[in-house]
């Protein structure tokens, strides 16, 4: 019985809530709640610090509120996708965007045989796609997760967020919400490259546990750095 993406965030997340709430890290705070089975959603007011549960038609409901425009509330929603046509089209126009915002050619990767094919090896039941959209139901980001060759072993991939999606952390909650995901899989450890170049996704994930290990493929590009997080059982 998966209860880590239920309850392990309805538990974290508010005391993540408050935490962002006074961090100038954030122009816009965001709570998140991931839930792959069951349909669980919160709403925070970081005025009033008042946490709404309550059901909602999809996996995951992010609210964000401005302290100094309440009214002014932005809603984005993250799930994992399967093979809705919409979902996936929108997803290959972020992982094109991923790859331009690179500026390398990832020809090595095989690239666009991977677009061409998805969900391919991001495929349930091994694998995860998510996708976030905002309120007015357009893409805002997305992360992929697909299994190695070791046994127990994932790969976090793509991760990204459009340029108008950023300011609110919505990185980190996509980067967290695979984490979990692959916990409730059953993996035992998460591995992911990036490059030295980016600064503020080695950041990111150093903030998340990952460590620095031995390359686990060959790739022709220099800079590339190699990291892996344990993930709780």
């Not at 993406?5 to 809530?17: F, V």
């Amino acid at each position: 019985m998966c209860r880590t993406l239920g309850d392990k965030w309805a538990c974290d997340s508010l005391q993540q809530a408050l935490d962002l709430e006074s961090s100038s890290s954030y122009s816009t705070p965001m709570l998140a709640v991931f839930c792959s089975e069951s349909e669980l959603s919160i709403h925070f007011d970081f005025v009033n610090r008042h946490a709404t549960y309550s059901t909602w038609n999809h996996p995951l409901l992010v609210r964000s509120s401005n302290q100094m425009a309440t009214t002014n509330t932005r809603e984005i929603f993250i799930k994992a996708i399967g093979n809705d046509v919409k979902d996936l089209a929108d997803i290959v126009e972020l992982f094109k965007a991923y790859a331009q915002s690179l500026g390398i050619d990832l020809s090595f990767q095989d690239f666009s045989n991977e677009l061409a094919n998805l969900p391919g090896k991001y495929a349930s039941p091994s694998g995860a796609l998510l996708l976030a959209r905002n309120s007015s139901n357009q893409a805002a980001g997305c992360v992929g997760l697909r299994s190695l060759s070791d046994p127990g072993y994932c790969e976090m991939k793509r991760l990204f967020v459009s340029p108008q999606g950023r300011g609110g952390g919505l990185g980190r909650m996509l980067a967290e919400a695979v984490v979990q995901e692959a916990e409730c899989l059953g993996y035992k450890a998460m591995r992911l490259d990036t490059l030295e170049s980016m600064s503020s996704a080695r950041a990111l994930y150093k903030s998340l546990g990952f460590r620095d290990v031995e390359p686990y493929y060959e790739t022709p590009l220099a800079g590339t750095i190699f990291l892996e997080l344990t993930l709780s059982p």
